[in-house]
Structures are given as C-alpha cells and as structure tokens.
C-alpha cells in the first residue's frame, strides 16, 4: 500500500496531476456583468486514494472560508451574547414581528451577495463552506415538516458561488439539543442532548435525506458536512450516527463527498476504527498561539515544532488510513485599534497564519479558514466601526468585551478576580479524582465553571439588553442597521487577504 506521504511526493514530481486553484473549469458562456461564466462541472467530485479529484480524476485541492455568523449566527461574530435561538426571542419580542422578520430578512439577504463571491473568487479561493442552523428548515414545535424557505436560502448562496466557480460545502453546524457543548450547536445549554435521543438523530437523518434529495445533481456542491463539531462523550454514538447517515444520504446522493469532523471539536479521531466509502475526514486546527489567552507567536523553532506535532496527532489516523484531509477550520484572532501593540500583535497572528499554511501545503491538503465576514474580531472582512450597526452597538459591545462573555479569543483581566475565588470554591468542594472528570476533560473545571456563568446564564439575561438597543427603529433604520453588513459597506482585512491570496497562487504565504 502507498502511504499518505508517499502520494504526496509522488505528486511533487508529476504537478500536471493537480487541479490547483483558481477554478480549473473552462469559461463557455457569458454570465452576469457580461464575463465568462464557468463551465459546470461534469461531475461531482469524489474521493480516490488519498485525493480529492474531478472528472478527468485530477486533484482539487479545495481552499476557501466558511460565511459563519450569516445562515449561522454566533455571538462574537455579529455582537450579540450567548445563543443564536435566545437573542432571536429578545428580539421578537422588542420589535414586533413584522419588524423582526424584516429585520433578519434584510440581514440574510445582505450578509452574502454575489458581490461577495466574486470578491472570494479574485483571492483565488475554490470552495465556501456554508454553516447552518437547523432551524432554517424545521420548527422544533413540528420537526416533521421541512421548511422549503430552508433551500431558497442556502440555494441563493449556492448559485452565487457556482457563477463565480467557487464549489460550496453544505455544513450543518447546529443540532437539536445539541451536538455539542458549546454556543455554536445553538442548544442554549451545556450539554449535548443530541446523543441522549434518538428522536433529535431521527429527525437530523430525515433532514440530511432531503437535503441530499435536493442537491443530489448540483456538481457545484462539493459535498456535505454532516455535523460540524460533534462531542459524543462515549465516543460511540458518533460513529452509530455517521454510519447512519451515510447509508441513508447514499440511498437518494451516491454521488457527493461526506467531510466527517472528528470528535470533541473535530480534533480527536481516537474512537474512529474504519473508513466509510467516499469520505473525507475533517479535522479543525487552530493554534492558542493565536488567541489573547495563548503565547505570542514569534516562529521560535520550538512553536513551529508545537504546531507541526499538534497537526500531526491529529491527522494520524487519515495517513494510517490513506484517505484525505480537509481543515475545515482554523485561523486567529485580530487585535483592534486602541488595543494595546495591535498592529504588532496582529503581525504576529498573520506570521502565525503564514506558517500553518506551510504545514497544509506540504501535505497537499484541503482547507477552509474560519472566518469571512463579522463586526472586527476574526473576518476577512467586517463590518466598518462608522456602519449604522457598530456605533448603535459601540456601548454594548464594549461592555460584552470587558465581562468576557463570549469564549471566542476573550480577554478575562477585568473580571479574573471575580472568578478565580469560585473556581477555588469547585476545586475544595470536589474530590480531586473528580475534578476534571466531566467532558471534555480537555476544558478542565475552569472551561465548565466559565460555560455556565458567563457563556450561559449571563448571556442569556443580557440578550434583552441587546436587544433593548433596536427598540423604536423604523422598518428604514433596521435595514441601514442590516446593511451594515453589505461587502461595499465593509472594511476589508487587507493583511490576512494578502496571505491566502499568494497561498491561491502558489507562493509562500
């Protein structure tokens, strides 16, 4: 059998076999603003041996970005606190629901335009991930029924993408109950029920079929990422439900990739025993050297070695099985003006980027940065600190920072000293056998403490206060705030776009 690695110097001699990017299609006919509009795809695309390939059975190699905070909203990429489903309740009930669904109609249909897939389109990038909340297409009050205003949506992604040959990978990143622990699964809670009923996976498996149903001859999707993210603390349910949902999308979709997350957060593949046909195996990457808790990157040699061995444990078990590898998400954090050094900082976190680029281009793997668009924290571009949404939300955002609510790349100095006296509490009342056995044990007892107070509680009360600030805004109001999220009304992160554009051409990032 040909290793991994192998393969992959194989390839390094003979580069006429790699599709590389921008869009290997043909132009034939002329598309919007009157250019060329790319040929679609013959077929789709498959898994062979370790490789992603086309119809001529040439490698893709798929980079790109994921539109999280758009189809799925998080808190620290559009400003609210704790869950997507809370923020929208407060919200409803501030502003009425004529006001509200304009409000949210008007967010979606500007947070992602065909202006923004032709802007992904010139970095040369070849593939968008687009993340999901299941709530698009079922009501948790009548989950039988499957939301048609679901497709309409993602379809509109879908298509502005293939007109610009970008491929998309479908990701459903939230569940009922949750599939994981954290904010992103939308659960509300800090545990993942999803694994405790089978009547949540039932309905997720219904809801996969009808999305494979329905892309099944759309040779633009790359494929289907079932479940973003998933923290199965037996380790076995996971693999029940992967095979599950194989066989039951490969009854109505034999033909699209699956890209499956390992588990606890798409990081451990310890529970995984075999390879399900036509699959690739999706890991997430990022680096504490890239958020304000971790060390700075300086490209000492012992941080590149911590960065190649974190990657490696990872991926172990995709080279023992020779199939491919798909980052599905990684990136740092960026420091704002007025932060302290930023300008410094942020070089560092750029450097940071620069060298984990390196590590995928070896292995010749498929990745998909986190983030494209958000208000200035992780985005390839963000919302301008002059747009209508900032300045209304300037006080509150400003607030939201200095308690440390949201998880994502917080800064604790202002309120360290509020918590360290009741996680000194847990670690005398709890026997030391016991401290640290709830999972992810990864978190320790200080992750699970900061999940329920801040992340949880906390959030969820201060969701009404963020809502409090759109009280009163006439129908014109709400859509200059939701415009605020227009790409021509964005500021544009020129540092980090520079590296993933020499990366698409084939120069060192």
Same mark, same amino acid.
């Given at each position: 059998?040909?290793?991994?690695?192998?393969?992959?110097?194989?390839?390094?001699?003979?580069?006429?076999?790699?599709?590389?990017?921008?869009?290997?299609?043909?132009?034939?006919?002329?598309?919007?603003?009157?250019?060329?509009?790319?040929?679609?795809?013959?077929?789709?695309?498959?898994?062979?041996?370790?490789?992603?390939?086309?119809?001529?059975?040439?490698?893709?190699?798929?980079?790109?970005?994921?539109?999280?905070?758009?189809?799925?909203?998080?808190?620290?990429?559009?400003?609210?606190?704790?869950?997507?489903?809370?923020?929208?309740?407060?919200?409803? &009930?501030?502003?009425?629901?004529?006001?509200?669904? @304009? @409000?949210?109609?008007?967010?979606?249909?500007?947070?992602?335009?065909?202006?923004?897939?032709?802007?992904?389109?010139?970095?040369?990038?070849?593939?968008?991930?687009?993340?999901?909340?299941?709530?698009?297409?079922?009501?948790?009050?009548?989950?039988?029924?499957?939301?048609? &205003?679901?497709?309409?949506?993602?379809?509109?992604?879908?298509?502005?993408?293939?007109?610009?040959?970008?491929?998309?990978?479908?990701?459903?990143?939230? @569940?009922?109950?949750?599939?994981?622990?954290?904010?992103?699964?939308?659960?509300?809670?800090?545990?993942?029920?999803?694994?405790?009923?089978?009547?949540?996976?039932?309905?997720?498996?219904?809801?996969?079929?009808?999305?494979?149903?329905?892309?099944?001859?759309?040779?633009?999707?790359?494929?289907?990422?079932?479940?973003?993210?998933?923290?199965?603390?037996?380790?076995?349910?996971?693999?029940?439900?992967?095979?599950?949902?194989?066989?039951?999308?490969?009854?109505?979709?034999?033909?699209?990739?699956?890209?499956?997350?390992?588990?606890?957060?798409?990081?451990?593949?310890?529970?995984?025993?075999?390879?399900?046909?036509?699959?690739?195996?999706?890991?997430?990457?990022?680096?504490?050297?890239?958020?304000?808790?971790?060390?700075?990157?300086?490209?000492?040699?012992?941080?590149?070695?911590?960065?190649?061995?974190?990657?490696?444990?990872?991926?172990?078990?995709?080279?023992?099985?020779?199939?491919?590898?798909?980052?599905?998400?990684?990136?740092?954090?960026?420091?704002?003006?007025?932060?302290?050094?930023?300008?410094?900082?942020?070089?560092?976190?750029?450097?940071?980027?620069?060298?984990?680029?390196?590590?995928?281009?070896?292995?010749?793997?498929?990745?998909?940065?986190?983030?494209?668009?958000?208000?200035?924290?992780?985005?390839?571009?963000?919302?301008?600190?002059?747009?209508?949404?900032?300045?209304?939300?300037?006080?509150?955002?400003?607030?939201?920072?200095?308690?440390?609510?949201?998880?994502?790349?917080?800064?604790?100095?202002?309120?360290?000293?509020?918590?360290?006296?009741?996680?000194?509490? @847990?670690?005398?009342?709890?026997?030391?056998?016991?401290?640290?056995?709830?999972?992810?044990?990864?978190?320790?007892?200080?992750?699970?403490?900061?999940?329920?107070?801040?992340?949880?509680?906390?959030?969820?009360?201060?969701?009404?206060?963020?809502?409090?600030?759109?009280?009163?805004?006439?129908?014109? &109001?709400?859509?200059?705030?939701?415009?605020?999220?227009?790409?021509?009304?964005?500021?544009?992160? &020129?540092?980090?776009?520079?590296?993933?554009?020499?990366?698409?051409?084939?120069?060192?990032?």
């Amino acid at each position: 059998m040909v290793s991994h690695a192998m393969r992959v110097h194989q390839r390094c001699h003979d580069r006429s076999t790699v599709v590389s990017i921008p869009s290997p299609f043909t132009h034939c006919s002329l598309g919007t603003e009157g250019k060329m509009a790319p040929k679609t795809p013959m077929r789709c695309l498959r898994v062979e041996g370790t490789d992603i390939v086309d119809a001529d059975g040439k490698q893709v190699i798929l980079k790109g970005c994921a539109t999280g905070g758009h189809t799925n909203m998080e808190n620290f990429i559009t400003g609210y606190p704790g869950h997507e489903n809370e923020m929208r309740k407060a919200m409803l &009930e501030v502003l009425g629901q004529e006001k509200y669904d @304009f @409000f949210f109609d008007k967010f979606l249909e500007y947070f992602f335009t065909p202006s923004d897939a032709r802007f992904l389109a010139s970095l040369g990038l070849n593939c968008i991930r687009i993340p999901i909340n299941y709530h698009h297409f079922l009501d948790d009050h009548n989950p039988g029924i499957i939301k048609q &205003e679901g497709f309409k949506l993602i379809d509109r992604i879908v298509d502005a993408c293939a007109a610009e040959g970008l491929y998309t990978i479908i990701d459903m990143h939230t @569940f009922p109950g949750g599939q994981n622990q954290g904010w992103h699964s939308d659960a509300g809670i800090h545990k993942a029920l999803f694994w405790d009923f089978k009547v949540f996976q039932d309905s997720m498996t219904d809801l996969w079929v009808e999305i494979a149903k329905h892309y099944k001859n759309n040779t633009w999707v790359a494929g289907y990422n079932p479940m973003n993210e998933p923290a199965d603390p037996d380790h076995t349910a996971l693999q029940a439900w992967y095979k599950r949902v194989e066989k039951a999308i490969r009854e109505v979709d034999p033909d699209h990739i699956l890209f499956l997350d390992g588990n606890t957060y798409a990081m451990d593949f310890t529970g995984f025993k075999e390879v399900l046909p036509n699959c690739v195996y999706a890991i997430h990457d990022y680096a504490s050297f890239g958020f304000p808790a971790g060390e700075p990157y300086v490209g000492s040699p012992e941080q590149k070695e911590s960065l190649q061995k974190t990657y490696e444990r990872k991926v172990q078990f995709m080279k023992e099985k020779d199939v491919p590898i798909w980052n599905g998400e990684f990136g740092p954090v960026y420091a704002s003006p007025g932060d302290e050094n930023y300008e410094k900082v942020n070089q560092q976190r750029y450097d940071l980027l620069g060298q984990q680029l390196k590590i995928y281009k070896k292995d010749e793997i498929s990745w998909s940065i986190w983030l494209y668009k958000d208000i200035g924290f992780q985005g390839m571009v963000h919302a301008s600190p002059d747009s209508a949404y900032i300045k209304l939300l300037k006080p509150f955002l400003e607030k939201k920072k200095r308690l440390g609510v949201d998880k994502w790349g917080r800064d604790d100095s202002a309120v360290k000293h509020i918590y360290e006296p009741v996680i000194a509490h @847990f670690k005398e009342a709890i026997l030391p056998e016991n401290i640290n056995k709830r999972y992810p044990q990864v978190w320790k007892i200080e992750g699970h403490i900061h999940r329920v107070l801040r992340e949880t509680l906390m959030s969820e009360i201060l969701c009404w206060e963020y809502a409090s600030y759109f009280e009163g805004k006439t129908l014109e &109001e709400l859509d200059e705030l939701a415009g605020s999220f227009k790409l021509e009304n964005c500021v544009k992160r &020129e540092g980090l776009n520079e590296i993933l554009r020499r990366d698409a051409e084939g120069r060192t990032a």
